[in-house]
């Protein structure tokens, strides 16, 4: 059972302060181009801390680099040896991520412990703490209702924070938040009964203001049964323009690729970079062969990745329902719409 | 463009002319989409079936070099259906008679015949485009990259100045700029003819405005174009060379003439950020920023003025073009220190009439601006020719058909087309050395219809010694039915394929843009 | 760490692009949502366009051609040796001999100080860039 604290607003950047004594802080910030992304918190005065818009990017860029230096190697005729890069991983609290994202950080946990655990993604995870904040109010493209990762959480979170207007309701989950809790339990006072009925109000409300009707359930259901009809992977895949958007800004997309770049003859540098499934060179082969060589093929490996491979894998979808790739795509294809025409819907 | 990218979302009529948009202007072509998606009827104009034009709701596969026969005839087939702007025309226009008496000259089925095109469908894209009340053109180098392509540009004009469908929001012409900042390039007078703003240099009113502005004589005769400077042989009167991020021995045509040239100078300088093909040739090499180690403005392809801005110090001992520039004349004996960009901005606002408001402290501000901006108090301008063309009256130049310089023959019977790949950029400099977009295009293929190919007995992943009149390259095939049969299409981003080895210099005699789309080649498998 | 906003480099479409630096190396890039072009999305290009940046190929020192081979020299040697054999050629051919490719990559203010050095101190009006390429 999570324990629950009342946390006044007036403190709240009191003990943001306090943090970023000990952690760096990394809070949705809204800059002077009106964009609103994950930053680091120099000053908590001159950064406009923004928990009205859903940030553009999830936290998966700071656990999961899109550039990545490996390391640096070097060989010779004789011997092959290389150098660890050993990154200085810098405690980290995220603060004010949604469900949604925080869910997705729990996905890629599993991905990344798969077999061998990706030492990269834990030196930074491990160093990570999480302050998440349930939705009140579901942005224009959220549906992680219908994908059961949100708005409010159980688990998976460190702190959980609803805004419960003048204040915020705080749950502990993991080890870490209720060390927090402890730490610093001055700013903490116990919750009244109206304060849980005050979140039990603002999760029934949140569920009600949806404004996305995604059929994720059906979809997955009809998936796991029969194919798709090839007409609706034709349509779709005719708008896709290969910018693999959707997978960069997905917070589950962990694909990657490597690269070697030499530095000198006997030198050089190995790099991991973000890669997508949809890109033509993801599963070409050395020598030119393609297995999967039409924009069709791409295009069914993303969505039946996400809720088909995943839910028998894991048993659950890989679509955190974020909304992210909705209305950023070029061509008009994200997985609304393909819920939708999988459902047979348009 | 005289739009903004924003409006073609808003347009009911999309007639896209020689672009290849979902590869070249992704931006763009996701408007198309959305204007797509609110019912907008989409017509394209193109020799390749593009995956743009697989959406297209009329699709005008017309041969190589055929653009002003087609457009001819749509207009022709306006006239026949009463369907011409005449209170536009009335108003707005002059020259007008002169383009009917040619188009009732025209006999519409050779017309037609010319193009390749069946004149039904000739004529149901013509009553949809001029039906329309929002019409948007969109065109690019396949327009341009011809012998004719300042005829082509023109017929494109008097086709939306014919029907009305300019000076409106949602509404007008729009040529897509290829490059960042080519759009910039030009505004700031990086032209033969011109000083910033378009001011002709032979004209004595503005040399005497620069000349007291920079303190120093200027010449009144128009200097060399880019090919008559990078064409003018190893005897040419060019014998020193300044060359600042471009790539001319892989850009520019007839590669062998380029080479020729550059490697007879009595000196060439190259500033650039990687050791191109061309900066191997220099004498010196000037290592130089990236945009990401300076700051500055660039000006896309809708005339916005917006900030590059510094995230990293200069690389080594990189130092971005605007420095080397500077200590250059410094070391010449001619004052040119600048406190920073912002101060070179202010200058330019100061003789550059349509950036006259732009400062960078605005520009830091807000989402750039678009010229014509002309103090600090004007908003800067989202479409143009509202109310009047810049140059008055729209003036119709009637145009008739050119057939290209090089025409296939029995010795090389294939016509080659040359263009970009979605993921590289121009020649490569930048694109060649980023891991993710290499490996997805990292060699030039060259494209084959079926039915060729099936003749040749070619399959894709085959060798093919592909050559014309100037040079030869060994390029792999892909056989594909984007390309029509008799035509063969390939990308200028490899330096292993420089199929700019092959290409024809022939250049439309006012543009000097050389005819890229268009040389006569032969096809010859090589067994391994 | 931070994310500086810049207009892309590739084509004419001018997005506006978050480059993420991380410890002076940009390690990745993101679109704006507010940008009236880039609305939330970049192609392929665009997504990938930190990747060139720290290159190892990228050029770091001006070169001289001595002895036939190109010779990383200092900024004042380079900077010398070009302004004397640009002079000379200048003064020898009548200011009709030199020729200036500026380009469409670079930024404006680059652009005018190029056009300007041309035509100012080089007194020629042979400057072009490849708008027709």
């Known amino acids: 059972m999570n324990d629950h604290y009342i946390l006044k607003k007036d403190h709240l950047n009191s003990l943001l302060r306090r943090l970023m004594k000990e952690y760096r802080l990394v809070a949705p910030t809204k800059n002077p181009h009106g964009d609103t992304l994950f930053s680091i918190i120099d000053s908590i005065e001159q950064a406009h801390i923004d928990l009205a818009s859903q940030p553009q990017g999830s936290i998966k860029p700071f656990l999961f680099p899109q550039q990545e230096v490996l390391f640096d190697y070097e060989h010779s005729a004789t011997i092959d040896y290389h150098f660890e890069h050993t990154p200085d991983s810098i405690p980290t609290a995220f603060f004010g991520v949604r469900s949604c994202d925080l869910s997705a950080v729990l996905y890629m946990d599993v991905i990344f412990s798969q077999k061998k655990r990706d030492p990269y993604y834990f030196e930074k995870r491990n160093e990570a703490i999480i302050i998440s904040l349930a939705c009140n109010e579901p942005f224009a493209n959220c549906f992680c209702n219908a994908t059961k990762t949100g708005p409010f959480l159980e688990y998976g979170f460190d702190l959980q924070l609803t805004d419960l207007n003048d204040r915020f309701m705080v749950e502990t989950g993991r080890a870490k938040g209720c060390e927090i809790v402890k730490r610093f339990q001055h700013f903490f006072e116990p919750v009244e009964e109206r304060d849980s009925k005050a979140q039990y109000q603002a999760f029934l409300e949140a569920r009600s203001h949806f404004k996305q009707q995604v059929h994720v359930e059906q979809a997955i259901k009809r998936l796991a049964r029969e194919p798709i009809p090839e007409e609706i992977w034709e349509s779709l895949s005719l708008r896709c323009q290969d910018c693999g958007g959707c997978a960069y800004l997905c917070p589950t997309c962990t694909c990657f690729t490597i690269t070697d770049l030499a530095t000198s003859a006997s030198s050089g540098r190995r790099i991991r970079s973000w890669d997508a499934c949809t890109f033509s060179g993801f599963t070409r082969m050395a020598g030119g062969h393609n297995p999967i060589n039409s924009r069709t093929h791409s295009i069914k490996q993303r969505f039946l990745h996400k809720l088909k491979y995943d839910v028998q894998e894991h048993g659950r979808p890989s679509c955190v329902g974020c909304g992210r790739c909705v209305g950023i795509c070029f061509g008009g294809v994200d997985i609304i719409r393909f819920i939708n025409k999988a459902c047979g819907q348009n | ?528 | 760490m931070k994310d500086v906003l810049t207009t892309c480099v590739y084509c004419g479409c001018g997005c506006g692009v978050y480059l993420h630096e991380d410890q002076g190396r940009i390690c990745g890039a993101f679109p704006s949502r507010n940008h009236p072009v880039s609305r939330n999305n970049l192609c392929v290009k665009g997504w990938n366009i930190h990747e060139f940046i720290h290159h190892p190929a990228r050029l770091t020192e001006p070169l001289l051609r001595k002895a036939g081979h190109l010779t990383p020299v200092s900024w004042d040697e380079a900077l010398t040796y070009t302004a004397t054999r640009l002079t000379e050629i200048r003064d020898q051919t009548a200011n009709q001999g030199l020729g200036v490719l500026s380009s469409a990559k670079c930024t404006n203010e680059e652009n005018y100080l190029l056009q300007k050095f041309t035509r100012a101190v080089l007194k020629t009006n042979n400057i072009d860039q490849c708008a027709r390429l």
């Open chain 2, 1 to 528: 463009m005289t739009n903004s990218i924003n409006e073609i979302a808003q347009a009911q009529v999309i007639l896209v002319s020689g672009s290849n948009t979902t590869e070249a202007h992704p931006q763009v072509a996701r408007r198309m989409f959305d204007a797509i998606d609110r019912g907008a009827k989409l017509i394209v104009i193109d020799p390749r079936r593009t995956r743009l034009a697989e959406h297209a709701h009329i699709h005008l596969a017309i041969r190589p070099g055929s653009d002003i026969p087609l457009l001819n005839a749509m207009m022709r087939i306006i006239l026949d259906e009463n369907l011409a702007d005449d209170l536009f025309i009335e108003m707005r226009t002059e020259n007008y008679h002169a383009l009917r008496d040619m188009l009732y000259q025209l006999d519409l089925d050779e017309t037609a015949e010319i193009t390749g095109v069946p004149l039904a469908k000739i004529s149901a894209a013509a009553q949809l485009y001029a039906r329309a009340q929002k019409a948007v053109v969109c065109y690019c180098l396949g327009v341009t990259q011809h012998i004719c392509g300042t005829n082509n540009v023109q017929s494109i004009a008097n086709l939306a100045m014919l029907t009305g469908h300019v000076e409106k929001e949602f509404t007008g012409v729009d040529p897509l700029r290829g490059q960042n900042n080519v759009q910039g390039a030009c505004d700031m007078g990086a032209l033969p003819g011109h000083f910033p703003s378009y001011q002709p240099v032979n004209t004595a009113e503005y040399r005497t405005k620069f000349e007291q502005a920079w303190g120093t004589e200027l010449s009144g005769t128009p200097g060399l174009s880019l090919m008559e400077m990078t064409h003018s042989g190893p005897q040419g009167a060019i014998r020193g060379m300044l060359i600042m991020g471009e790539n001319p021995m892989l850009s520019d045509p007839n590669l062998k003439k380029v080479e020729a040239t550059l490697k007879n100078l009595d000196l060439l300088v190259v500033s650039d950020i990687f050791l191109t093909e061309t900066a191997a040739l220099a004498d010196v090499v000037f290592p130089a920023a990236s945009f990401a180690e300076k700051t500055g403005t660039f000006t896309n392809s809708e005339r916005r003025v917006q900030m590059v801005r510094q995230v990293i110090p200069p690389l080594g001992s990189c130092r971005s073009d605007g420095e080397i520039i500077m200590a250059l004349s410094q070391v010449m004996g001619y004052d040119m220190r600048y406190e920073s960009m912002a101060e070179v901005m202010e200058e330019i606002a100061l003789l550059a009439p349509i950036y006259g408001g732009m400062f960078h402290d605005r520009i830091e501000g807000c989402w750039g601006l678009q010229w014509p901006c002309w103090n600090r108090d004007h908003a800067g301008t989202s479409f143009l020719h509202k109310y009047y063309f810049t140059r008055g009256r729209g003036h119709f130049v009637p145009a008739t058909h050119e057939a290209a310089a090089e025409l296939p023959d029995a010795d090389f019977p294939f016509i080659l087309n040359t263009g970009r790949v979605y993921h590289q950029y121009h020649t490569g400099t930048m694109t060649r050395q980023s891991s993710s977009l290499n490996r997805e295009a990292s060699e030039a293929l060259l494209e084959v219809n079926p039915q060729d190919a099936a003749r040749l007995g070619l399959r894709t992943g085959d060798w093919v010694e592909l050559s014309s009149r100037r040079g030869s390259a060994t390029v792999k095939a892909h056989i594909t039915e984007q390309v029509a049969k008799g035509s063969v299409y390939t990308s200028f981003h490899f330096p292993a394929v420089a199929i700019n080895l092959l290409t024809s210099d022939a250049r439309d005699p006012k543009a000097q843009c050389p005819e890229y789309k268009v040389s006569a080649v032969r096809l010859e498998k090589i067994n391994p």
